[in-house]
């Protein structure tokens, strides 16, 4: 028997990468938007939630679909502009587009022997 917090089903993602972001989708049938707790972290994200069964007065003869708490962390190949983050649910599908944080390169200048080396910064 299943306790408040403990996980009972893990939903399905889908990770896609492109050159600046990440496009995270994640199968949500019958969870609604407000019984969803979403964390993002610098090079993950966290969810979490409830599905509630479908009918729980009633005496179920056959039960397979999944109910109960979900809880699951999803690492990301990098660092993410937490800022940009946008997310949006639509028909049992969470999407997520994870923007890429944008690196900053410094610009190292090749000396002559005996020369100080000097390092600008730049975006």
């Known amino acids: 028997m299943l306790r408040e917090g403990d996980i009972s089903w893990v939903p399905a993602v889908d990770i896609y990468e492109t050159k600046n972001q990440w496009l995270v989708y994640i199968e949500l049938p019958g969870v609604s938007s407000d019984d969803i707790d979403l964390t993002v972290y610098p090079e993950s994200i966290l969810i979490k939630g409830t599905k509630t069964p479908p009918a729980r007065e009633l005496s179920a003869e056959k039960i397979e679909i999944y109910t109960g708490y979900f809880h699951r962390e999803i690492h990301i190949p990098g660092r993410i502009c937490m800022s940009e983050v946008t997310a949006s649910m639509k028909?049992?599908?969470?999407?997520?587009?994870?923007?890429?944080?944008?690196q900053k390169s410094i610009r190292i200048p090749v000396s002559r022997p005996g020369e100080p080396v000097e390092i600008e910064k730049g975006d």
Do not use: H, M, T, W
């Open 91 to 102: 028909n049992g599908v969470l999407s997520l587009i994870l923007p890429a944080e944008k």
